[in-house]
């Protein structure tokens, strides 16, 4: 608690022929983090032991489950354009995909290697239907080019011998479409200085002064070349033989067409049907594939002998004896494996209360924390929601909050454990926004205010209201709010040095911590002092001078110590010290804001009730109210996560730590039970 787990780090030295054994069992248990070793760090061991350890090399059970995933891969990459599920835009948004894993079983590696050949009998047709696809439509293409291009000349030489389009022996003819009256002086030009030899133009459509004109040329064999290239770029030629008329060739390629479109909409047809029948069994052979990909990329990632294989992992302390004993049981006593137990360095793997895990992601989002360091968690969660509930401040608001969270929870939280977990903490978060909003008699401002007089008009606070936050008890929201940042502030400097001082950092824990733990402490009684009583608070509790002269004494002993260490940086991090307390306002302006804005939407709508028969009024209150939840929410959670960001793990906390990624069978198509 309040630390990341502790690491042991095992060295395992197992024979080849139990290799495969205990590396899939490390697979199934999925608690140890297989280590890296890279070329430099082989050769420290081989140095250190006196070994001929080398790196490993990929087996020949690895290279076959590369070629069968390759396989796979070019099949699903052929079928996946037929996948018809579509996300909705709250799906795509939150990263939901809705998969219904399949039960199998734990299968063996020819097993595995029999399922995935089985699965690609259909490969040589999936890839020569998709490869006659691409031909047709690389035909289809080119046919549709050709029928628009003979399509234009189709208005005024549907009659037109396309057999004499081409070379002959001492004249090219050739056809050309093109726009405006540039190209047509360009050829009439061409044809006076004798480059063509003979041209007849047509007009073909008008749009205002856009003219296309089709034009027959013929040009001698020596100048073809020069004059097509002239032309090329502002016009479609078309020089190469044809058998009949233009309305003849026009009338060939759309049967072309429409037959080329039958034929591939007919093979579509046959791969959708592969796609139906298969696509599943092949999504789920790949992951099987990939499982065991992983199983056997351990031994290219460590070392090997001839008749052993080295490697490294990463374990929780308390589960590393147990893991050796795996580890011996699975190889037969054939192998050896130390526990080294005191690291510096290891991964992080958070360890907290199962009410507080789910929600680790609030630390994890700023940066995990690092190996024997601090790990916040356990303060941040209470306070984050805490903080976001305050900020929101209505009780209508958070009852629909909550509704909304619940509702995806319970809608997509099968499909993602993190919007599980996420949608519980906004949960968590409006069941506090409903209690504050009560205790400050905040309905959509002062809508509850409004029908509950309506009823009870000598009222003045609805049933179980406290506070008016926006009246008489606004000094009191203003030392609620820069109160608690002043305590939060400094619990954050008193994390420090606990942690400082479990690391056994002494010099740190004095300089870094201690002396402004004390000048918090000195804060936080002259605030509820001597501050409390210039700016009139209501509670007050340290208002006498022996209480102000001690505070002052601690400010002035931390400030001495921390100024020993480094003067410049602790002038500049005492005043930072201020200003983030004062940061802490935003409390107060957010509870007090919350209601007015709502009661300004109200007193709108309330403008607005006698005209149109109150139409104008209600849409004034449900855009308006609804305008300010969406703002009023996010700017909550972007405010409190602010406060504990920036204010609060500026005391303490840097993160900076590498995730424990275990070892383990990655499952999204398929679920085993043991």
């Given at each position: 608690m309040l630390q990341p787990a502790m690491m042991h780090e095992l060295e395992v030295v197992v024979h080849n022929d139990y290799k495969n054994k205990v590396v899939k069992e490390l697979h199934k248990k999925g608690i140890t983090q297989i280590e890296f070793l890279t070329d430099s760090k082989i050769s420290e061991i081989n140095e250190k032991f006196e070994l001929d350890l080398k790196r490993g090399v990929p087996s020949g059970r690895q290279v076959e489950i590369s070629k069968n995933l390759l396989e796979i891969y070019r099949v699903i990459g052929i079928l996946n354009r037929f996948e018809t599920k579509k996300e909705t835009f709250l799906?795509?948004?939150?990263?939901?995909?809705?998969?219904?894993?399949?039960?199998?079983?734990?299968?063996?590696?020819?097993?595995?290697?029999?399922?995935?050949?089985?699965?690609?009998a259909i490969k040589d047709d999936v890839i020569n239907t998709a490869n006659t696809v691409e031909k047709k439509n690389a035909e289809l293409s080119d046919t549709k080019k050709n029928f628009e291009e003979i399509s234009k000349l189709s208005f005024v030489l549907g009659g037109f011998d396309m057999g004499v389009l081409g070379s002959g022996r001492y004249y090219t003819i050739f056809t050309a479409v093109f726009e405006g009256d540039e190209t047509a002086n360009n050829i009439e030009s061409m044809r006076a200085n004798g480059e063509i030899s003979y041209v007849k133009r047509y007009e073909i459509e008008r749009k205002k002064k856009n003219v296309t004109y089709a034009a027959v040329i013929v040009v001698s064999n020596e100048n073809a070349n020069s004059v097509i290239q002239k032309i090329s770029g502002n016009a479609r030629i078309l020089k190469n033989h044809g058998k009949g008329t233009v309305a003849e060739n026009i009338e060939t390629l759309s049967e072309r067409i429409n037959t080329l479109e039958k034929e591939i909409n007919d093979l579509n047809t046959a791969l959708r049907e592969i796609f139906n029948a298969r696509y599943e069994e092949l999504l789920i052979c790949r992951e099987l594939l990939e499982i065991e990909?992983?199983?056997?990329?351990?031994?290219?990632?460590?070392?090997s002998t001839k008749k052993t294989k080295y490697f490294k992992a990463y374990v929780p302390a308390q589960l590393s004896d147990k893991m050796k004993e795996?580890?011996?049981?699975?190889?037969?006593?054939?192998?050896?494996?130390?526990?080294?137990?005191?690291?510096?360095?290891?991964?992080?793997?958070?360890?907290?209360?199962?009410?507080i895990k789910k929600f680790e992601f609030l630390t994890s989002i700023y940066g995990l924390p690092r190996y024997n360091h601090i790990d916040p968690s356990l303060v941040v969660v209470p306070v984050a929601a805490l903080l976001i509930g305050l900020m929101i401040a209505d009780a209508c608001y958070g009852a629909i909050l909550f509704g909304i969270a619940m509702v995806l929870r319970k809608k997509y939280g099968l499909y993602s454990e993190g919007l599980k977990n996420f949608m519980s903490f906004v949960a968590i978060c409006a069941v506090v926004a409903v209690g504050v909003g009560i205790i400050n008699g905040e309905y959509f401002g002062n809508m509850g205010y409004i029908l509950y007089t309506s009823i009870a008009p000598e009222a003045e606070n609805l049933p179980l209201q406290l506070f008016h936050p926006a009246g008489h008890d606004l000094k009191l929201y203003l030392q609620i709010a820069i109160g608690f940042g002043v305590i939060h502030i400094w619990s954050g400097t008193v994390l420090g040095l606990y942690d400082a001082m479990r690391r056994k950092e002494r010099k740190e824990a004095l300089y870094k911590y201690a002396s402004w733990c004390l000048f918090g402490l000195g804060m936080i009684i002259i605030f509820y002092g001597a501050f409390g009583n210039v700016f009139g608070f209501p509670f007050v509790p340290f208002s006498n001078e022996i209480s102000t002269y001690s505070a002052l004494g601690l400010m002035i002993v931390g400030l001495v110590i921390a100024l020993k260490h480094d003067p410049i940086l602790s002038l500049i991090e005492a005043i930072d010290y201020f200003a983030f307390i004062l940061s802490y306002a935003r409390i107060m302006a957010l509870v007090v804001a919350a209601g007015a804005v709502a009661t300004a939407f109200n007193q709108l709508a309330g403008m607005a009730w006698g005209f149109a028969f109150g139409i104008f009024a209600v849409l004034i209150f449900l855009v308006g109210q609804t305008l300010h939840f969406l703002l009023g929410v996010l700017s909550a959670f972007v405010q409190a996560l602010r406060l504990l960001y920036v204010e609060h793990f500026s005391r303490y906390y840097e993160g900076g730590g590498y995730e424990f990624k275990p070892f383990e069978e990655k499952r999204k198509y398929t679920y085993v039970e043991d």
């Open positions: 799906e795509e948004m939150l990263g939901i995909e809705k998969i219904e894993k399949k039960k199998t079983d734990r299968l063996k590696f020819n097993e595995v290697i029999t399922r995935a050949r089985e699965a690609l990909k992983e199983r056997y990329e351990i031994f290219v990632n460590g070392g795996v580890i011996e049981d699975k190889s037969e006593g054939a192998c050896v494996v130390k526990i080294n137990k005191d690291i510096d360095d290891a991964p992080t793997l958070m360890q907290n209360p199962k009410t």
